[in-house]
């Protein structure tokens, strides 16, 4: 693992409003990119993947079959390079295929896109790497490991007749706008109980069947670890507004959204790998305002607040940013 | 009803022979009153029939077995034979019972032979969904074998075709609202008449843990 710092979460405050963990692409990356940068077209139809079925029977579709596999029970088949209770397929919805589920043929093409909070370039591989690293709590597998492999060409079948380089509809996941009220913790926890419990469990703990998770952890030793996307309240808001509750997804309002994600991440779980000793120092080094790492519901909110005053402003001079050639749609790892 | 007594004879052959345990509660056997004798139409070892469309009820968990019960006395679930079954049994009873058949072998289920590619529609369902229309599987919320995730998830695998497409249309039409925050609903309200069937199909090709698959 040599390019550890393309792990870097919520790496280098830019500014006081384009702090690391900062949605993409902020205003600041906009002014920065060079003037020949064209805004990416936004294809207009739902892409389809191709069907399971037709996954070639030769070398290559044993290929597609295994990164399958791996990504849809990786507590089998990449054992090693896990360690919690999750398979990739618990947040990548439907095998990697659903829309607004960061689905992998929308990942494919986007890649490799440059990272300014890292200063890196990112490709399909790193941020396979970043979600075993953080989403899995587990040890990412080498560049040219047969689980890599495996992995990317799934990816890439998955992206069959996709364009390249252009930001697809249903692409990572729904960003869920600002919510009227700030979002409190003890309503999240009533959303929880009424929404949630019945499959993650009274203490998001998940249910088992059969040897593994059926219901995957929401916190806890089983669960992502603090350095993973999810970890933060407004990509876990999007999440669960689009696919949570299971086969309820959209049901939500975007308050309750926000309300059930901010209770979700107040929780205990597996400590950032990037630890260095001091819960102050790791959130000052790698986590901007968005999540709950050595930050209370208050701040959070403070932060929110700050964010969308900053955002209207931003707006009146510019009108919505879009999607910038080259420039990675990675929010966190 | 021939079959019926055929079915009790061999529900009480196979307790005989396997089960060294208590004798079946008398609810079971005898019925009370209003309370038909379970037995006649689900058998003493809850094998259901297929044809009357009895469900299987050997190896349901038995807060859903109560709470199936208790749905019916609410009217949340109605069925012209269960209903004033329900009505009719005490909390005693509903313990009883459910205990009982939550200790039975489930039943390989008598699955009449379908099409093999209707079949193949079902199990596609019930592993994948189909969510280009927001299907999700079946076997997220039953298991990845169908035998059900306790508390509130049933077995449906192993179960009667004809009784699984009866409930998937009472959520479909609205008959049947006592699903917690509508999630069969949700999901059967999408599936067309011919995915029912071919699901329900599927579903009973594959009785026992480990069988058909």
Same mark, same amino acid.
């Given at each position: 693992m040599n390019e550890s710092l393309g792990y870097l979460l919520c790496g280098l405050a830019l500014g006081a409003m384009v702090s690391g963990c900062d949605r993409p692409p902020p205003p600041a990356t906009t002014e920065a990119a060079p003037a020949a940068t064209a805004p990416v077209a936004v294809a207009p139809a739902r892409f389809a993947p191709p069907a399971e079925s037709d996954i070639p029977e030769n070398e290559f579709g044993e290929a597609v079959l295994l990164g399958k596999n791996i990504f849809v029970n990786t507590q089998q088949y990449a054992k090693d390079f896990v360690g919690n209770g999750m398979n990739c397929a618990n947040c990548h919805l439907d095998n990697g295929r659903k829309a607004d589920s960061a689905p992998l043929w929308a990942a494919y093409v986007l890649y490799p896109a440059y990272r300014q909070k890292t200063g890196q370039i990112d490709t399909i591989q790193s941020r396979i790497q970043g979600c075993f690293l953080y989403s899995m709590n587990g040890k990412p597998p080498a560049l040219d490991s047969k689980e890599m492999t495996a992995l990317v060409t799934y990816h890439y079948w998955l992206a069959k007749g996709a364009p390249t380089g252009v930001k697809m509809t249903g692409q990572g996941y729904l960003k869920v706008a600002k919510p009227a009220q700030k979002p409190d913790v003890a309503r999240g926890r009533a959303i929880y109980e009424n929404n949630c419990a019945i499959c993650?469990? &009274?203490?998001?703990?998940?249910? +088992? &069947?059969?040897?593994?998770?059926?219901?995957?952890?929401l916190w806890g030793k089983d669960s992502f670890n603090w350095g993973a996307g999810m970890h933060r309240v407004d990509t876990a808001a999007g999440f669960i507004q689009a696919n949570m509750p299971y086969g309820l997804g959209g049901t939500l309002s975007d308050q309750e959204a926000w309300d059930v994600a901010l209770f979700m991440n107040s929780h205990e779980r597996p400590q950032d790998p990037r630890f260095s000793g001091s819960v102050a120092q790791t959130r000052d080094q790698h986590h901007d305002e968005n999540c709950?790492?050595?930050?209370?519901?208050?701040?959070?909110? &403070?932060?929110?607040?700050?964010?969308?005053?900053?955002?209207? &402003?931003?707006?009146?001079? +510019?009108?919505?940013?879009?999607?910038?050639?080259?420039?990675?749609?990675?929010?966190?790892h | 009803m021939r079959s019926t007594t055929?079915?009790?004879?061999?529900?009480?052959?196979?307790?005989?022979?396997?089960?060294?345990?208590?004798? $079946? $509660?008398?609810?079971?056997?005898?019925?009370?009153?209003?309370?038909?004798?379970?037995?006649?139409?689900?058998?003493?070892?809850?094998?259901?029939?297929?044809?009357?469309?009895?469900?299987?009820?050997?190896?349901? $968990? $038995?807060?859903?077995f109560a709470k199936q019960i208790a749905d019916f006395k609410a009217g949340t679930r109605v069925n012209p034979i269960m209903t004033p079954i329900a009505m009719a049994m005490s909390a005693e009873d509903i313990e009883s019972s459910a205990r009982h058949y939550a200790g039975q072998a489930r039943p390989k289920a008598g699955a009449a032979p379908a099409d093999p590619a209707v079949i193949a529609r079902g199990k596609q369902l019930a592993i994948n969904g189909a969510w280009d229309r927001d299907v999700p599987p079946c076997f997220k919320c039953h298991a990845v074998d169908g035998l059900g995730i306790e508390p509130a998830f049933p077995p449906i695998a192993g179960q009667h075709a004809a009784y699984t497409v009866s409930q998937l249309q009472a959520w479909k039409t609205g008959a049947r609202t006592n699903d917690p925050q509508t999630l069969m609903k949700t999901v059967a309200e999408k599936l067309t008449d011919d995915e029912i069937h071919a699901v329900a199909d599927y579903l009973a090709t594959i009785g026992t843990p480990g069988e058909g698959k």
């Open positions: 993650h469990g &009274a203490n998001g703990e998940g249910i +088992k &069947a059969r040897g593994g998770y059926a219901f995957p952890p709950l790492y050595g930050r209370t519901p208050e701040e959070l909110a &403070a932060a929110l607040e700050k964010q969308a005053e900053a955002a209207t &402003a931003a707006e009146k001079i +510019k009108p919505a940013a879009e999607q910038l050639e080259g420039i990675s749609p990675a929010v966190s | 055929r079915l009790i004879l061999m529900g009480t052959m196979v307790m005989a022979a396997s089960i060294a345990a208590a004798a $079946p $509660p008398a609810i079971v056997t005898q019925g009370k009153g209003a309370a038909i004798a379970c037995a006649s139409c689900h058998g003493v070892d809850g094998a259901g029939n297929a044809q009357a469309g009895f469900p299987v009820l050997a190896q349901l $968990p $038995p807060a859903h």
